[in-house]
Antibody
C-alpha cells in the first residue's frame, strides 16, 4: 500500500524550531518529487515547499523562505521539514505529499501549533 | 505566488450539476495543462479527483469532469450526491516550478 506518514508536530513557542518527518512506503521514494503542504485551522491549502528526486532543486513559498528547509534521505525513504523562527501564522496541519505537477498521494497530516 | 481564485461556496440539489471555477494567470493555469482538483472532507486529507485538467484517476466517478479555457479551469460534478458535499480545491503547476492552490470552494448538497 502506498503510504505517507508524518510525525514531529506539536506545540512550540514563537521563535522556536521544529522538525517534521515523513516516512514513505509502498513506492520507490527516490523516483518522485515531494512536497509539504499546510492548512491553517479553518483555512485553505497552501503549498509550502518541494524537493527534486535527488535533492538538487528545492523551492519555497515566499512566506517561509529563509526560515524553513526541506530535505530528504532516499536511503531512509524519508522527507523532512526543518522549521525555524516559527510564527503564530505557521500554525497549521502540515501534509507530506507526492508529486511535482499533480499531488497524487497525501499523508494524514501532523499539527503544528505556534503559541506562547 | 497569489492563490488561484475560486468561489467561496456553491450549492445544488441531489441529481443536479454544479460547476466550480478556478481562475489564475498565464504563469499558472493559462500556461500549463497541469490543473488538478482535490476533494476534502472535514478532518481528512485531500483526495485527487482530476489531474492534468480533465483526467480522472482510477476509481474516481465519471460524474466528475474538468476543463480549461484560457486562465480559468472548471470542475463539473453531475448527478450530485450527498457524499459529494465537501471542500474542493484546484491547483496548478507554475512557471516557478512550484504549485499554487485555490482558496477552496465549499459544496453544499441541499
Amino acid at each position: 500500500e502506498v503510504q505517507l506518514v508524518e510525525s514531529g508536530g506539536g506545540l512550540v513557542q514563537p521563535g522556536g524550531s521544529l522538525r517534521l518527518s515523513c516516512a514513505a512506503s509502498g513506492f520507490t521514494f527516490s523516483n518522485y518529487w515531494m512536497n509539504w503542504v499546510r492548512q491553517a485551522p479553518g483555512k485553505g491549502l497552501e503549498w509550502v515547499a518541494n524537493i527534486k528526486q535527488d535533492g538538487s532543486e528545492k523551492y519555497y513559498v515566499d512566506s517561509v523562505k529563509g526560515r524553513f528547509t526541506i530535505s530528504r534521505d532516499n536511503s531512509k525513504n524519508s522527507l523532512y521539514l526543518q522549521m525555524n523562527s516559527l510564527r503564530a501564522e505557521d500554525t497549521a496541519v502540515y501534509y507530506c505529499a507526492r508529486g511535482l505537477r499533480t499531488i497524487g498521494i497525501w499523508g494524514q497530516g501532523t499539527m503544528v501549533t505556534v503559541s506562547s | 505566488q497569489s492563490a488561484l481564485t475560486q468561489p467561496a461556496s456553491v450549492s445544488g440539489s441531489p441529481g443536479q450539476s454544479i460547476t466550480i471555477s478556478c481562475t489564475g494567470s498565464s504563469s499558472d493555469v493559462g500556461g500549463y495543462s497541469y490543473v488538478s482538483w482535490y476533494q476534502q472532507h472535514p478532518g481528512k486529507a485531500p483526495k485527487l479527483m482530476i489531474y492534468e485538467v480533465s483526467n480522472r484517476p482510477s476509481g474516481i466517478s465519471n460524474r466528475f469532469s474538468g476543463s480549461k479555457s484560457g486562465n480559468t479551469a472548471s470542475l463539473t460534478i453531475s448527478g450530485l450526491q450527498a457524499e459529494d458535499e465537501a471542500d474542493y480545491y484546484c491547483s496548478s503547476y507554475t512557471s516557478s516550478s512550484t504549485l499554487v492552490f485555490g482558496g477552496g470552494t465549499k459544496l453544499t448538497v441541499l
